[in-house]
């Protein structure tokens, strides 16, 4: 089952400083954000390739439990990995729909 969330809620989890292991594909997008909602993004935030992302996630040994939110350029990739990660195990799986493709034309409308 694919868990999607939009630019708003995204926002909302990082401005409420919501613990996630954010597993982005895309491009860096911690410059979206000033002081301590920066922060945020930057301690949560790997920067990786899909083939990196499933390494990653044994080597820190990431609870099959612990909220997970995947980014990419336009949200296929990130659908993929969650059906790989649903498959393996993992519970609490999210993605950013649209991918930063649709954060982007979100975030300007606001």
């Known amino acids: ?25 895309g491009e860096d997008i911690s410059t979206w954000y ?9 301690t949560h935030q790997i920067l990786t390739t899909l083939d990196q992302a499933e ?7 990431i609870p099959k439990d ?9 949200g296929k990739q990130s659908e993929n990995f969650v059906g790989y990660l649903e498959r393996n195990g993992y519970t609490n799986v999210y993605l950013v729909d649209g ?3 649709q954060m982007v034309t979100d975030k300007e409308t606001m």
């Open 1 to 25: 089952m694919l868990n999607k969330i939009g630019y708003y809620q995204f926002d909302n989890l990082v401005k409420n400083r919501i613990p996630f292991m954010f597993i982005n594909l």
């Open 99 to 101: 991918g930063i493709q």
């Open 66 to 74: 612990f909220a997970i939110l995947l980014l990419c350029q336009n």
């Open 34 to 42: 000033q002081s301590i909602f920066k922060l945020h993004i930057e």
């Open 55 to 61: 390494k990653l996630l044994t080597e820190k040994q």
